[in-house]
């Protein structure tokens, strides 16, 4: 039989199908096969085709927007939100609303066109790391920003329109809705036990070891009990931290480490896999949740297309366990 | 300048980008052409490739399981939730989980492979609808279920799995996370104004008429101010009623015409599309939220992929306005 596993942060049950178990071979997911060819804005050399860098790793004797750079952080072309303005809400009738006011920034990863994150150098991903936290910290200091999201999209099936691997950075004026509601459930388990409800998970995760993929000095990345997708991992630091960019400079290795061989083994597993990832991290700017919530990474790969009731109503069917997953990846780690 | 919209039930945020505006031809959506050729399990002639039906409106000469079936209900055949057992709660450390107790069924349309709602006749179209609420009240009578859920994938890039049109009735033994929010978004409204929010806003859009596309006696059709799709569209009852299977009988034919109207505007201007439409409405066996929550219809259709950051944080883009959007639909059904 089935099982429905409930998340105890959120309260969304999940369909954890234990019976017909999906193996990896019964996934027929898009493969990401690069197109090439196409003059592409990001590499090396086309630093004109982009909007000026707003902040840059480079080489000391080269100049802004020239090459020479190992992580080039530019305004996205075509944001959704623009930076300048007063933030004004309003009311029409029933509704809200409020003036697009917000910043859109990309992080261009690497020069390379055709690296992903697990091709990377151990230190170049920590420059990606480094990057996203110094640019999350200087868009903290606008008043008029609530919140900082940190994601990536990888390969076009994961919605990344540009090949060139980068991460995006979007600062807000209000708390996006589902971290919110974990933030609400992390603080009414916290008013009940006063103990942040992840660091209960986590401490309970790793003396099961059961989905537990890695883990490092600082770090684990594991298949969490109720995931919603097959092969869904969470990726969070073991010492209770509620905000990303407030890592310390000690943890970063280890989390470029994590983070790179975490995703090494489910490509290893799936190959020309698309995924995505965010980063989940406390509100900014009235530091709401630093004490019961905890940042980590949701890092979902995309092997299926989501049907119509997810959308509809927030209830999952996930056809791979967790635990299954969390042995599938650990086995192929070891065995290639 | 982008507008930022706050859903008035459950609270989300969505960017609606009213400056960079996707036109219907800036969408490169996944078109559905029938693969056709391969023996359809839900067409005349193979009934007994199903599992027995459950119930069936068919010609009084005929018999169980052979053709002569206008609308047909089966039980999948790899349900994820078995009818059989007692449910049992158990924890595991943190963790909450259920059995997989429920009902999974499956209601094949009509005989017709190749039809879509729209090609059906209007009485065709009132026999799913009855049948749906048949199957619902019937659910409804078993105690363990908490939540009748209804939808439809149409279209592989919808999800659907099988080509042949048929609608899936799945029962519950909890609320879907997104109906229990709306549920309490309808709650706070009504305790503070002891008046449906959906009412309310039924009630503004039929004023201002700029995001509605269909009216009839009992029904109206529009592009919600929220939309977190583009193309988006609610069909909802103009007379509060929690329950969607508690509907009146001689609200049927105008339910029945809304719909095949609705869908064959939106695919006049979208051939070729998938779509997934969920029925929201109250939960059973306890009654809650008759008084303030509204049932409805979510009509979504697949024009694109959804990237990395919707899905970790419940914060959506979308690139047309449903002003705009539903301008386009008008137009469409008037001129072609």
């Known amino acids: 039989m089935a099982e429905l596993r409930r998340d ?3 309260g969304r049950w999940v369909i954890v199908d ?4 999906h193996k990896p071979e019964d996934f027929e997911y898009e493969q990401y096969i690069s197109k090439g060819g196409e003059t592409c804005p990001f590499c090396y050399g086309n630093e004109s085709m982009t909007p000026p860098e707003i902040e840059c790793f480079r080489n000391q004797d080269t100049s802004s927007n020239t090459p020479g750079w190992q992580v080039r952080v530019i305004p996205n072309k075509f944001p959704a939100l623009q930076i300048e303005g007063d933030l004004e809400r309003r009311g029409l009738g029933i509704y809200d609303m409020l003036n697009g006011i917000g910043a859109h920034e990309i992080l261009i990863e690497s020069p390379y066109h055709y690296k992903d994150l697990p091709e990377l150098l151990d230190s170049e991903v920590e420059n990606i790391i480094t990057m996203s936290c110094r640019r ?5 200091r606008d008043s008029r920003f609530k919140y900082v999201m940190i994601f ?3 390969g076009p099936a994961a919605g990344a329109s540009l090949e060139h691997p980068h991460t995006q950075i979007v600062a807000l004026p209000m708390v996006p ?3 919110a509601e974990e933030i609400k459930g992390g603080q009414n388990y916290f008013e009940y036990r006063e103990r942040c409800i992840f660091c209960d998970i986590i401490r309970q995760e790793l003396q099961e070891k059961e989905r537990v993929i890695l883990e490092n000095k600082h770090f684990v990345s594991l298949c969490p009990f109720v995931s919603r997708f097959p092969f869904e991992i969470w990726i969070a630091p073991k010492k209770h931290n ?3 960019f407030r890592i310390s400079p000690e943890e970063i290795p280890s989390l470029a480490s994590i983070l790179k061989e975490t995703i ?3 490509k290893k597993v799936f190959v020309n ?3 995505n990832y965010i980063i989940h991290s406390s509100p900014i700017n009235g530091s709401l949740g630093t004490e019961y919530y905890h940042w980590h990474i949701e890092f979902m790969p995309k092997l299926m297309r989501v049907a119509g009731f997810e959308w509809g109503t927030g209830f999952y069917l996930d056809p791979t366990p967790p635990e299954f997953a969390a042995k599938i990846l650990k086995e192929a780690s070891v065995s290639r």
């Open 152 to 154: 990536r999209n990888y």
């Open 136 to 140: 999350a910290n200087d868009l903290v």
């Open 264 to 266: 090494s083994m489910v």
């Open 273 to 275: 896999l698309s995924y």
């Open 8 to 10: 105890p942060i959120v």
């Open 242 to 244: 509620g905000c990303y």
């Open 18 to 21: 234990t019976e017909n178990i």
């Open 177 to 179: 809705k589902s971290v």
